[in-house]
Structure formats: C-alpha cells, structure tokens
C-alpha cells in the first residue's frame, strides 16, 4: 500500500501547477513504483501473464479457473505463487501449514481493508458510514490491537459488527430458533405438493423458489417478500453480477451488474422502512426469536445497531441485504449438490432415504410427522455427503493484507500484499484427499466415514460409521477460518440437510433427463458452472430434471 501511494503521491506532485508537471515525471513516478511492486521478492515464482497488471486481474474477476490452472502450474516445493491484482501483489498459497498461517489471529493479517472494499462496491455502503469502519484500527477481539487502546467501545465498530453476528447468528440458541423457522417454512411448501401423485420438477428451479422464500422467511420475515413480489427474480439478478461489482468493476463496462444491485437494495430497504413503521420497541417482541416485521431477532438487532449509530437507509439497506447472499448463494446449491449427486445413484439416495427416517419423530396427539433436528445432524452418511458436497463445490478465497510483512516457508511476504488461499486448491490436494480408487477430484460419498466395532446394550457386536476429519486441519475451509469464518455456518449446516432431508424422507424421486437453465434439453450432466468459481458453492451449470411423489 505504501509504493502504491507513493505512486499516487508522484502523479499528484506532477499535476501541481510550477511543481514540475511533465508527462515524463508522471512516467518516472509511474515506472519507479511499479518497479517497486515487481522488485518485492524475486525468490517467488510468479503466474506468468502477457500484459503485467492486467491479465491476471482480468483472469481473477473473468476467469477464475484459468487463473487456478495457472497457479497449479507454477507452484514451487514452498506451496507460494504471485501474481499482480492491478497495482497490488497478491500472494496465493496452498498446503495445510500454509493454510494454518493464513487464518490465525494475528494484527500482522487483516481482511478489514478487504472487507471495507466490498462494503463499498458491493454493499453500498455510504461514504459517511464507510469512514467509521477506515478510521476504526482495533480489530475484531475483545482486546484492540496494540496502540489502539484508547479508542471508545463506540467507536469500535469491527468488533461491535462481530459481538452482533456472533450473538445473533453463531450461538446455539438462535442458530436452532432459525433452523426451527426455516423448516417449519419449507415444510409448508413441500405440502403443497399432491400426495401420491407423479410430478414433474427441476431440482435448482424448485430449490431456488422454495427454499429461497423459506430462507428470507426465516431471516426478514413475511413482508419482505409481501412487498417485493419480485423479490427473487431481483435477487438472483444481481447474484450473478455481485463479485465483479465487490471488486469495483467498471459501472460504464458492466450497466446491468449495477442497475441489478441498485433494484435489489430498493427492495431491501422498501422491506426495513416498512419494518420500521410497524415494529412496537416497547412491545412483547422486543426480545423475541422472530417475529413479522424483521423476521429474525438478528436482522432486527443489526438494524437497531446501525440505527442507533446513525447509519444512512442506504447503508442499513446494504447492511440487512447482503445477508441474503451470505445464506442463499451457499445454502441453495449445496442442497441442489446434494440431491444432484444422490439422485444420480439410487443406492445411494436409498441409503441416505433410509438413514434419515432415523431423525422421523411422530406426535402422538396429531399424527404429524417432523424431523428432529437434533438426530438429524449425527447421521454419519447424511453428514459426509454434506461435507463431500462442501469439499468439491465450494469455491472461493480468503484474502488477508498483510499489515506487517511476515516469513513463510522461507520466503517474505511483504507489508501491504494481499495473502490469499482458495479451497479450489486445498480441497482437490490428492495426497489429503485421495484414496485408493477414489480420486480427490471424484464425488465418493463415504470418504469422510470411519468404521468402528462397538458393543449393543444387548451386548451384540456391532460395526458402525462415524464421520472423522482426522488429519484435515488446514485442508478443508469451505466456511473459511480465523476471526473471519463464516458466522452462519451452524445454521447453514442446519437448513442444507432440513432441506435434503425434508425432500428424501417425502419424496419417491427419479431421473429423467439433464437440461439447459432455460429448460432446453442437454446432452451431459452438470457441472460446476465456471461463472461462478470463486463466489462460493457454486451452481451446477445444467438443472436435473426429476420426477417425484409426495408419500406423506
């Protein structure tokens, strides 16, 4: 950051009128810092680009995979490659130990400068509220980073972001109360599927509707989707734009990424100022679970708190919606994953059917039939499908700046570079993942299972599967790691298998065909659509056309 601003610095002395302003100064600031940039460490092998600066920042926003192939291919026995993201150099690493260094609590890493990027570009974020989050130097812990003591806890506000979504989001209690809504709702939209009767469905066409409406239910209430009829359509618009916007692409090369994104945080803050109007704060849902205006008492919270520290409604409006794509575009393909990879091996969707009628609970007065969550999340083969789905599909980066420059594995890694990991390394590392017959680049559902002889109450022996991760710490991060892991990880977890649990205790499902997104006919399978690597767990490419009866 330092040589970028002394390139800066060049440029503005060269515009002074009487301080020199010549085109060939602006060129010497130019040439000096970037030389500068280039001359950092030359022990790190670098992926190769024709025009420095730009192809590789055009393959990392454009092509991903290109840019991972390439990364592949230039790794040294130090597991560093390097490449330029414009005018910064990031350094992108694999290998557990590397991996290990990356998500340590540490002030010589951050992700805030990262963070205050998205905040901006992608969250629309207001400059007057965008300034708290730059001036703001204590970081996310309790305590705040050496030499920033004496900042007042109202000014801290990465951390007091991090106590609400912790409290909220992470904890037991209102992790469990969300999965509770979350099925309740989902279940709803199950039922109105005949009983007994064939229909026919695509399973990322229906997952995107039902469970996407069953999801917003659960985190913003009813109204949000009562006032934006639309409210999906808009939604998945924008989702498909929403990384080149968070890396500030170009708005006069990329219209529709914008229009999209400003049509979806109208919608949002449609829904809070509604909200707003109609929530009693001195009435009996003050300290509820959920309720009908903000749905969950975490979005309520969050809104309070920036209310509260005079956030603009555009801020808010980013703030509360960005947890859309926080739970949506990760939960909704693992669960079309899931079923994906178990409806196209009916032995399989067999077994995983039979296990999770384990978790089935009856109430005696009614006859109602319900899954226990509880049971449901010990279910060995369920799980390591679950985890299987993760480890292939999920595809993104942690970025951290480095604040001071740090050693690794014998290289330097110098202040002011951007640090980077992706799982679409780290989870495809065959000494880790692979098994005899079962390549890590394959789906085999058992890979996370272990075997074990135990002893029955009747004292019969009995062998049994349980899931381990032994030997994984550093290999698998599909939630991320650190002070930056995934909040919503417990209840994601909790809502992906209610819903394939829900759709495989209810359902008697069969294949027909592969198709096109627009429903045309397709001639493969699906895959992992390259648009979006890097965003998350990515959508398959083609939808899986079904056939299915409801049994109860």
């Known amino acids: 950051m330092d040589t970028v601003r002394s390139i800066l610095h060049g440029i503005r002395c060269a515009a002074v009128p009487g301080g020199g302003a010549t085109v060939a100064c602006v060129i010497i600031a130019l ?12 022990q790190v092998p670098s992926i190769p680009e024709r025009i420095p600066f730009l192809s590789n920042t055009y393959r990392f926003l454009k092509n991903k995979p290109e840019l991972i192939q390439l990364a592949r291919n230039t790794f040294g026995d130090a597991g560093i490659v390097k490449y330029n993201l414009l005018f910064r150099t990031v350094y992108l690493v694999c290998g557990p130990r590397n ?29 007057k509220d965008l300034v708290k989050f730059k001036n703001d130097k204590t970081g996310r812990l309790k305590a ?12 801290r506000y990465w951390r007091a972001m991090h106590e609400l979504y912790h409290e909220y989001l992470s904890t037991s209690h209102y992790a469990n109360a969300l999965a509770t809504k979350f099925y309740s709702f989902f279940d709803q939209r199950l039922s109105r599927a005949p009983l007994s009767e064939w229909e026919t469905v695509g399973i990322w066409d229906f997952l995107k509707v039902n469970m996407f409406e069953a999801a917003m239910t659960t985190l913003d209430g009813p109204k949000i989707l009562d006032l934006n009829p639309d409210f999906s ?14 890396y500030g692409a170009p708005k006069f ?30 009435g009996p849902d003050v300290e509820s679970d959920w309720e009908v205006n903000f749905g969950s008492r975490f979005t309520r919270e969050l809104a309070k708190w920036a209310r509260d520290n005079d956030f603009d409604k555009k801020s808010l409006a980013g703030l509360v919606g960005v947890l859309a794509f ?10 079309a994953w899931m079923l994906i990879h178990l409806v196209q091996d009916p032995s399989l969707f067999k077994a995983v059917q039979e296990e999770a009628m384990e978790a089935l609970i009856t109430d005696g007065a009614t006859g109602t039939r319900s899954i226990n969550r509880a049971k449901l999340v010990t279910l060995p083969l369920l799980q390591s499908v679950y985890i299987e789905v993760l480890r292939l599909h999920v595809s993104f980066s942690i970025m951290r700046e480095v604040n001071n420059s740090i050693d690794m594995n014998g290289h330097r890694i110098p202040k002011g570079s951007f640090l980077q990991g992706m799982t679409d390394l780290g989870h495809f590392e065959d000494e880790v993942w692979s098994t005899e017959g079962h390549p890590a680049s394959e789906f085999w559902a058992s890979r996370h299972l272990v075997y074990k002889e135990i002893t029955t109450e009747t004292g019969e022996r009995k062998r ?12 698998f991060f599909p939630y991320g790691g650190g002070t930056g892991i995934c909040p919503g990880r417990h209840f994601a977890k909790q809502e992906i298998l209610l819903a ?5 205790t209810r359902f008697d499902v069969e294949f027909i065909e592969w198709v096109h997104m627009d429903g045309t006919k397709s001639s493969r399978a699906a895959m992992d659509d390259p648009k979006n690597t890097g965003t998350g767990v990515t959508p398959p490419d083609r939808d899986m056309k079904v056939r299915w009866r409801r049994m109860w």
Do not use: C, H
Not at 31 to 42: E, K, N, P
Not at 100 to 113: M, W, Y
Not at 464 to 475: C, L
């Open 144 to 155: 705040p980073v050496a030499g920033t003591e004496a900042t007042p806890d109202s000014q």
């Open 464 to 475: 049994v599967a349980e899931v381990s991760m032994e030997g994984k710490n550093g290999s």
């Open 326 to 335: 926080g739970l949506n575009s990760n939960t909704i393909p693992a669960a």
């Open 99 to 127: 991996i290990q260094v990356l998500n340590r609590a540490s002030p010589d890493l951050g992700s805030e400068g990262f963070f205050v990027m998205v905040m901006r570009n992608s969250w629309d974020i207001q400059p």
């Open 253 to 282: 090369l990329n219209r529709k990424a914008y229009q999209a994104k400003d049509e979806f945080y109208v919608r949002t803050a449609r829904y809070l100022e509604a909200a707003w109007k109609n929530f009693d704060w001195s």
């Open 500 to 504: 394939v649990a829900s759709i495989v």
């Open 233 to 246: 359509e808009r939604y998945w618009e924008y989702d498909q734009y929403a990384l080149i916007v968070s």
């Open 31 to 42: 040439v000096f810092g970037l030389y500068q940039i280039i001359a950092r460490d030359d």
